[in-house]
């Protein structure tokens, strides 16, 4: 009788443990993992790239290939570590198959490394644009539908140098792999049309008082380059500008990003004018942006312009749809797929069309732009020029590119 | 004991000179130091080495303007340690309530000082609410105490940024504070034989002022009023305070609405001078535990120090070694416990 008892309990035990995974494998849904920096100084940042994965989720009414998507959220704090746990808690508690993100620069190389332990899941950029997430080393399970750090600042050393006339510029940016990105995609094109960059300083991630910073900038340079984000932007510009700050700004893509542009404050004094490039322009007309900026519009909390975290994880979940949608949202076969149809996926965007190189980085349209005031008192970023299908290697030949070097805090240099 | 030293130490150093004497002079030599290196016009080696003079003496004013802040949270944080034993670990969650609560009341009536005022006193009815229904119940009992702060912080974090999401906000300094001004140290000199002087915001010499004058006002309260002197009998021995006849709890909870008032006051001061975001709590609470395990933990001068090393280490390591000058912090840390594991102004016990 005992026995028998004990048994029972044992099958009642047992059946409780396989019940959640037998839910798993309902043929009905299909789990995408989101990750996004839901906390830690990124967490505005984070919270707009939900935004963007949602309005394509939302534009496909919540089903591909007839089931239904199942949004499963981890949340990471911009630094390494953190995505990498929440993405492994992602894989292998949750068992999503295919994964949205990083956002931050590090994650992206982080989890990239970890996406190499994982071939049977599918993992698509969010908004993490290092250079070597996918160009030195890449993982072939890692794709990037969204552009990196030195493509978005296509155009603007050029700009800088020749339209505005800066020939000296020191640059101010945070110290990890996102901004040396930046200031090598700037610097690129500055350095070659015969600009100097006589002082650079690297600041950590997360850093208040930058006045020290700004004391240190020299104060013979034609205008100052900014690539710093979120909370850090915020700081660094109403400091720069209650410390009288003179010389004219270049802006990083996300330093006059909307996550940065609809903070309150002061610091919009010394923004208006702002040059930058990214891969998006508040004030771009072509329909397919505007109709992309009403379906973002109707998220909750949303900026008056789409960010270029909304955006890039908008791509990039918008890929992964159309890739499971070509499949029959059939990834039984550990992805395989899934990853071929991704490899050779080429779609039309908000901001024009985007393919992939054999890296999996994406080929896509960049855009020149300035800050401006419109009428009802927001800052936007004015659309200057469009650079077409700017590739991975800023339309150098791979090898000479290659040659440059890896981006790093020293390299390159012109002081 | 003076009576004691005096022959002594005339004893040791016969014809020569004492060793305070020596410290004396060394101090004397490193004032003289600081000062020409303040308000000499430097040569271009020094320059060359140390970027430009002004860079350094901002990173120095910074640096104590810093610490200013830091010491306005670190001795509310030590007081309430030193006298009930409690790592109160909610800590930075004060400190950032008390700026999203400044900046509340300071956008909404357009008065700066009523959102400074605002800080301190909604602050410091949290903090006796929370000593009274929270702590008290879980009294002599330091590691759950040390628990239950945290998981009030985790708690206090996600309410937070429930209520006033993930943006990053700036505290608008009114205008009599706002703008540079001019000091009496040379930067360089221009060809035309012009000379540069240094410019620095005025808001942030109104911070120091601000933290030097509470930091007289509570030494002046912990050593000339009968409260203070409940609080220091407290911090030596609780139980004899309380055999005494003297109600342990009313000074407890009076410790503890002046920590959290100090800590919801630096909230609305510091985001007013850097900016208030989520994350703000760690940061401060990592800073004031740096600062109280440097300076000493329940000691008030002890915090003052502490707060001046780590300020002037961060601006410094921020100019000069941007990539390590974290690690600046913790060496100093290091280095205190492997020396004074009491802290600098602590008392071994």
Redesign the interface.
């Known amino acids: 009788m005992k026995m028998h008892r004990r048994t029972l309990l044992a099958l009642a035990l047992a059946s409780g443990l396989t019940a959640p995974s037998l839910a798993l494998a309902a043929d009905d849904t299909i789990k995408i993992g989101l990750l996004a920096t839901f906390?830690?100084?990124f967490?505005?940042l984070?919270?707009d790239s939900e935004r963007g994965a949602m309005t394509a989720v939302e534009e496909v009414a919540g089903t591909v290939a007839g089931k239904k998507i199942e949004i499963v959220k981890g949340s990471s704090?911009a630094s390494p570590d953190s995505a990498v746990r929440a993405a492994r808690k992602l894989v292998e508690q949750d068992g999503v198959k295919v994964l949205i993100g990083p956002l931050s620069g590090d994650e992206g190389l982080a989890v990239k490394d970890y996406a190499k332990t994982q071939p049977t899941v599918t993992f698509l950029n969010g908004a993490s644009a290092a250079q070597d997430t996918t160009f030195r080393d890449p993982a072939p399970n890692f794709f990037r539908f969204g552009t990196d750090g030195a493509q978005w600042m296509a155009g603007l050393g050029t700009y800088a140098f020749k339209d505005k006339g800066y020939k000296n510029v020191a640059t101010v940016a945070e110290?990890y792999s996102f901004p040396y990105t930046q200031v090598f995609g700037f610097m690129a094109e500055f350095c070659k049309a015969g600009g100097h960059v006589p002082s650079k300083?690297?600041?950590?991630i997360?850093?208040?008082?930058f006045?020290?910073?700004?004391?240190?900038i020299?104060?013979n340079v034609d205008a100052i380059y900014v690539a710093l984000g979120?909370?850090d932007a915020?700081?660094f510009l109403?400091?720069y500008q209650?410390?009288?700050g003179a010389a004219p700004l270049i802006g990083g893509s996300i330093t006059v990003d909307q996550t940065v542009l609809?903070?309150?404050?002061?610091?919009r004094d010394v923004l208006v004018g702002t040059p930058s490039a990214g891969p998006t322009a508040d004030t771009n007309d072509t329909p397919s942006w505007t109709k992309f900026v009403e379906a973002y519009k109707k998220q909750p909390?949303a900026f008056p312009s789409p960010s270029l975290f909304a955006h890039a994880y908008y791509i990039n979940m918008k890929a992964a749809l159309l890739g499971l949608d070509k499949v029959g949202g059939d990834v039984s076969d550990g992805g395989a797929k899934l990853r071929e149809t991704l490899s050779s996926l080429s779609f039309e965007t908000p901001t024009g069309k985007v393919s992939l190189d054999k890296n999996r980085n994406a080929i896509a349209d960049i855009f020149l732009t300035e800050v401006t005031e419109n009428e009802d008192g927001t800052l936007l970023n004015k659309l200057i020029k469009v650079v077409p299908q700017v590739n991975q290697t800023l339309g150098i030949a791979e090898a000479d590119f290659t040659a440059l070097g890896a981006v790093s805090?020293d390299n390159p240099s012109c002081p | 004991m003076s009576i004691l030293d005096r022959p002594s130490s005339s004893g040791i150093s016969g014809g020569g000179v004492s060793r305070r004497q020596a410290w004396g002079l060394f101090w004397l030599l490193v004032a003289a130091l600081v000062a020409w290196l303040v308000f000499a016009v430097w040569p271009d080696w020094l320059n060359a080495i140390l970027i430009s003079k002004k860079a350094f003496v901002s990173a120095i004013l910074n640096g104590i303007t810093l610490a200013g802040l830091y010491f306005l949270v670190a001795s509310g944080f030590t007081l309430i340690f030193g006298l009930m034993r409690n790592v109160n670990l909610a800590h930075g969650s004060l400190y950032l309530l008390g700026a999203y609560i400044g900046y509340e009341v300071a956008s909404r009536t357009g008065y700066w000082l009523l959102g400074v005022a605002a800080g301190f006193i909604v602050l410091a009815a949290i903090g006796v609410v929370m000593q009274v229904v929270v702590f008290r119940r879980l009294e002599g009992d330091d590691l759950r105490q040390t628990l239950v702060s945290i998981g009030i912080s985790i708690v206090a974090a996600d309410l937070m940024l429930a209520v006033w999401a993930g943006g990053t906000y700036q505290i608008a300094v009114p205008e009599w504070l706002d703008g540079a001004v001019t000091l009496p140290v040379i930067t360089a000199v221009r060809s035309n034989g012009a000379s540069v002087f240094l410019t620095y915001p005025f808001y942030r010499i109104a911070v120091l002022a601000a933290a030097i004058v509470i930091g007289i006002g509570l030494w002046l309260m912990l050593n000339k009023t009968r409260v203070g002197m409940m609080i220091r009998a407290g911090v030596d021995d609780r139980a004899m305070l309380s055999a005494s006849g003297v109600n342990v709890h009313a000074v407890f909870a009076i410790v503890f609405a002046v920590g959290a008032g100090l800590a919801g006051f630096a909230g609305v001061v510091g985001g007013s001078a850097l900016s208030v975001a989520p994350g703000e709590d760690i940061r401060y609470l990592l800073a004031s535990l740096v600062v109280v395990i440097v300076g000493g933990m329940g000691s008030i001068s002890g915090a003052a120090i502490g707060a001046l090393l780590i300020g002037l280490a961060e601006q410094l390591g921020l100019v000069y070694f941007p990539t390590y000058g974290v690690v600046l912090t913790f060496i100093i840390m290091v280095v205190t416990l492997a020396i004074r594991p009491q802290g600098i102004m602590g008392k071994s016990r």
């Open positions: 906390e830690g100084p967490t505005v984070g919270e704090d110290d300083s690297w600041v950590p997360g850093n208040k008082d006045s020290s910073v700004i004391a240190a020299p104060e979120g909370a915020v700081n109403t400091q209650q410390s009288g609809t903070a309150k404050g002061k610091l909390g805090r």
